[in-house]
């Protein structure tokens, strides 16, 4: 009678380290590389698809407004070294920039938001790197989905003829 082979005898354990692995791998290389056009997980709520389109607009109308308690909008896209400007009254909607997540805030590094706790108008803010970079109102953020953010994208097309279908979340 022949034995089993060793994969076997050795327990279910051990035979699955593999593709668990590589399934750990896969996941990671899908957070990593968005595909061009497609899925994409949303990021306090906003999809580079769902997101108002700012890539063709000048600096005027690139503000967030805000007041008790949502942003409007609260889900922008704007080119790499563009900026954007928060117009609202910080002191009863402090910004910070971060993620909500399952009940919590987290931060984000490399997030160039800052934190604004009074004033009405955050000034014009830098967005130097590509990715999607979350804010929230510090009061309401769970109390009322006081949240958003803003997706610097790369399009293939070079931002020349408007197509948005093709675009990255990363430097080639
Ligand atoms: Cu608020």
């Known amino acids: 009678m022949r034995s089993p082979p060793p994969s076997r005898r050795s327990g279910n354990a051990e035979a699955r380290r593999p593709p668990r692995r590589a399934r750990i791998l896969a996941l990671a290389v899908a957070l990593a590389l968005p595909p061009p056009g497609g899925a994409e997980a949303p990021v306090n709520g906003c999809t580079v698809r769902d997101a108002v389109d700012w890539l063709y607009v000048g600096p005027t109308p690139r503000h967030v407004d805000f007041a008790c308690c949502a942003y409007a909008?609260?889900?922008v896209k704007i080119r790499p070294g563009r900026t954007v400007r928060w117009l609202g009254?910080?002191?009863?909607?402090?910004?910070?920039?971060?993620?909500?997540i399952g009940g919590g805030t987290q931060s984000q590094p490399g997030n160039p938001i800052p934190a604004v706790d009074s004033g009405t108008n955050?000034?014009?803010?830098?967005?130097a790197d590509a990715g999607s970079w979350g804010f929230y109102c510090n009061f309401h953020?769970?109390?009322d989905a006081m949240y958003g953010a803003v997706?610097?994208?790369?399009?293939a097309d070079g931002f020349e003829t408007q197509d948005t279908s093709e675009w990255s979340l990363v430097f080639p």
């Open 73 to 75: 909008p609260p889900c």
């Open 89 to 100: 009254d910080f002191t009863f909607h402090p910004l910070r920039a971060g993620l909500v």
């Open 122 to 127: 955050s000034g014009q803010i830098s967005f």
């Open 141 to 143: 953020w769970a109390t």
């Open 151 to 155: 997706i610097v994208a790369l399009f």
